[in-house]
C-alpha cells in the first residue's frame, strides 16, 4: 500500500501553500506602502529640477523600487511584478498612468506657472501624488489578496 495523497488532499495541499504564500507577500504592507508612496512623490516631484538632475532624480527613484522589490521578494520568497493576476494588473496601470500624469503636470507648470507659485504648485502636486501612490498601492494589496483567494 502507498501513501499517495488523494486527488482532494492534494488540492487542499496545494490550496493551503498559495494562501499561505500570498498571505505572505499582502501582509506587512504599511511600511512598504509608504515606502512606495513616497518614493513615487520623489520621482513626480524631480521633474521640477534641471537636467540633468530630474534624470538623476528618477534613476535614483527607480533603483529605490528595485531595491524594495527585491527585499520583499527576499522576505517573502516570491517575487510578485504587480502585473498579475488580472485585476491587480489593471490597478498597476492604472497606478503607473496617474504617476505618469503627475509627472507631465509637473513639467506643465514649470513652463506655465509663474517662479513665484511654482514652489506651491509642485509641493501640491507631490502631496497628490504621494496620496495617489498611498491609495493605489493600497487598492492593489486589497485586489491581489482578493484574486488570490479566488474571491475576485
Known sequence: MTDDPTPADALAAIEASRRSVHDRVASHGWRYDLSYAAI????????A???PFNVTGMTLGVLALVLMFQAAARRTGVRVTGVSP???RWVAIALGAVMAGAMLGVVLARRMVEPA??????AA???VAF??????????RRVYRAEMRGEG
Open 49 to 51: 529640477l534641471d537636467i
Open 117 to 122: 507659485q511654482l514652489s506651491l504648485v509642485v
Open 40 to 47: 513615487c512623490a520623489g520621482m513626480v516631484g524631480a521633474q
Open 86 to 88: 488580472r485585476h491587480a
Open 131 to 140: 496620496a495617489l501612490a498611498l491609495i493605489g498601492s493600497r487598492l492593489w
Open 125 to 127: 502636486i507631490i502631496a
